[in-house]
């Protein structure tokens, strides 16, 4: 940690130390504010969004919800109960909650999704698209039962200023989507309900915001949620004080925390979408009320969301690499609709850039921005393959676009964000590969956070990825769930390109620690429908080699003696292997054949696996042709 981070976690404990002496916590009540000039559009009854949005309000209506892809039924929503486990988390003093221990706080991802109160925007979104009290009504009484139970700063929902952020996001949504009803003057009316709960939730994020070695996405949720809120309710002494210190975070963290080709820093695509959420809310509340940011924060939210189209598959399958946990900054759309197709309408509408455009994201797009068209040129996909080198992503792509396209996603770069690189894996010089659309090999995904350790540990390591290690040890070393010790480091030395694919030729120093060290240098050749990859562990002494490929649980695999066909939707993929090597298929192992198609769900796949003893320097070629039915 540098020094100004020692000093700020010191300044914390002292707060936290005075605050939970404290007593009194009475908050002032608010101004008059200015006119917030958001309107309602009409949204076409046989939009497929609105009906979607409406059964899902209904599903929330009886009970049932679906929080990271958990399913569970409760009559009455209990605001500090984990679905998963029934544990029931302690109110006290939220600060002093250790939310890192699963023993005492379950799973608290499930708890904490629960009171980012997505669900309540949907339901709101519901009875201003029909009408109909009783939405309205299930917000009121869920708002009130919130309010009642979670006082400030007591219960675990006053522990994440990020937790907070993302809450008080949909509270602006909620008061927008509710006038005219009798749970809008009881919440937000001159004597609402919830301003107390609106006040302290900027105070403590203004208060205790991510600093140093964790000042990562969790930054720019804080602060566009302390921005939009301020810009929007501007009815408290230090509101003013809130929007700037936001605004002026924003604007330094858009550029801290994103490469100059547009890219997260994070190294995990999940939060370059996360934080390209927040970025774009608060750009365009910030228009909204009068209060926009540079050309230059423009220009990089626009970066953000094209390399988004030059990074998917010819059936808008996005990358996934690094963690990800399905965080939305606020939710106007269906919860199984796209994740991208509202952020590419909203950048044609907002930022006049000519990305995808389709009838989906259509609401949510002029939910956010009413009555504002698009008169965006016609989408013009990129041709061929296409590398950022300095977020070290490579996409080696034949036939982009069209029914036999193979696209292949190699990671070469950075490990992760800071010192601690949070959100990063042990994935380097790892690829995945789709055919025809269909993913094919595939990263493993993440599965979970503090909640399994186990799991936390075999998802981000180099095991659980397609690439090779070296005397059983990892690329990087892990110092927790979120902390890496050491990292390897990526160096390209050549990435050509062809009009039939690419060329990617890199190493990692992952292995120079080990006491007698080696590198590991992967050369990876698209030509049509072919690959080639070779790998080459340069150094000395006895090795044991381990190479590995991770297929998607669709996918059937038939390995016969030394060559693999993996069968899919639309052909099969055929692996000729190397015959030095020992290889098997592990499905459902003790360190292989897992996969995470989502937050809290884990499935069995195919791993297949060759070792090699044998002396430094060793080299493996592996070739692979892709044949549609």
């Known amino acids: 940690m540098s020094l100004d981070e020692v000093q700020a976690r010191i300044l914390h404990a002292i707060r936290k130390r005075v605050w939970r002496r404290r007593r009194s916590w009475v908050a002032p009540y608010p101004e008059a504010g200015v006119t917030d000039p958001w309107v309602m559009p009409d949204i076409h009854p046989d939009n497929v969004e609105r009906i979607a949005v409406i059964a899902e309000a209904e599903r929330y209506l009886e ?64 009875y201003a698209l029909t009408r109909e009290e009783r939405y309205a009504d299930e917000v009121g009484d869920q708002l009130n039962d919130w309010i009642n139970k979670n006082s400030f700063p007591n219960g675990v929902n006053w522990t994440s200023s990020l937790e907070i952020a993302i809450r008080l996001i949909s509270w602006v949504w909620t008061e927008r989507l509710l006038r005219g009803t009798k749970a809008h003057e009881e919440l937000f009316g001159t004597e609402g309900l919830l301003w107390s709960s609106i006040y302290w939730s900027q105070w403590m994020i203004a208060s205790h915001y991510s600093h140093g070695s964790s000042a990562n996405n969790h930054l720019i949720g804080e602060m566009a949620g302390l921005y939009i809120a301020s810009v929007k309710w501007p009815v408290f002494n230090e509101s003013d004080k809130w929007r700037k210190l936001a605004q002026g975070i924003l604007a330094k963290e858009v550029t801290e925390q994103t490469f100059e080709s547009g890219l997260n820093k994070e190294q995990a695509f999940a939060y370059h979408i996360f934080s390209l959420e927040f970025l774009l809310l608060a750009g365009i509340e910030g228009e909204r009320f009068g209060r926009a940011f540079s050309d230059d924060y423009l220009k990089i939210v626009s970066k953000s969301i094209k390399v988004i189209a030059d990074l998917s598959t010819c059936s808008s399958g996005i990358p996934e690499y690094g963690d990800a946990d399905e965080g939305m900054a ?20 907002w930022l006049s850039g000519a990305f995808p455009s389709g009838e989906e994201g259509s609401m949510t797009s002029d939910l ?41 996603l190699a990671d070469a770069g950075p490990h992760g964000y800071l010192s601690i690189a949070a959100h990063g894996h042990a994935d380097a010089l790892s690829f995945t590969l789709s055919a025809g659309g269909v993913p094919v090999i595939v990263d493993p995904g993440t599965y979970a ?10 998802f981000r390591s180099a095991l659980a990825h397609n690439t090779v290690t070296v005397d059983g040890e990892d690329q990087s070393e892990s110092g927790g ?52 990859i070779t790998d080459e562990i340069v150094g000395e002494g006895e090795r044991l080699v ?33 015959e030095r090597f020992e290889w098997k298929v592990v499905r459902g192992g003790e360190t292989a054949g897992w996969y995470s198609p989502g937050f809290n769900l884990k499935a069995h796949c195919d791993t297949l696996i060759g070792t090699l003893h044998g002396v ?3 080299k493996v070629v592996t070739s692979m042709v892709v044949v549609f039915d």
């Open 616 to 618: 430094a320097p060793v």
């Open 449 to 458: 956070y503090h909640y399994a350790p186990r799991w936390r540990s075999y």
């Open 481 to 532: 769930p979120f902390l890496w010790k050491s990292k390897a480091n990526c160096v390209v030395h050549d990435f050509s390109k062809s009009e039939s694919g690419a060329t990617l030729q890199a190493e990692h120093d992952g292995y120079t620690r080990l006491e007698s060290p080696v590198a590991h240098r992967r050369s990876i050749t698209l030509d049509g429908q072919r690959v080639k």
């Open 546 to 578: 381990e190479w590995r490929l991770h297929f998607h649980p669709d996918i059937k695999t038939d390995l016969m003696g030394k060559s693999l066909v993996a069968s899919f939707s639309k052909g099969e993929l055929e692996i000729s292997l190397d």
């Open 368 to 408: 956010l921005l009413p009555g504002v068209k698009d008169d965006t040129d016609m989408f013009k996909p990129l041709a061929g393959s296409v590398g950022f080198s300095d977020a070290g992503l490579y996409a080696l792509v034949s036939n982009r676009g069209k029914p036999d396209e193979i696209f292949l």
């Open 330 to 349: 606020l939710q106007l759309r269906p919860l199984d609709s796209s994740r991208v197709s509202w952020i590419y309408r909203l950048g044609r509408k």
């Open 63 to 126: 009970g049932r919800y679906t929080f990271l892809n958990l399913s569970f039924h409760e009559e009455k929503i209990d605001w500090h109960t984990d679905p998963q486990t029934g544990l029931s988390l302690p109110v006290t003093f939220g600060l002093d909650l250790d939310f890192k221990d699963p023993s005492r706080v379950g799973n608290l991802k499930n708890v904490w999704e629960k009171n980012r109160h997505h669900h309540l925007t949907i339901l709101s979104l519901a």
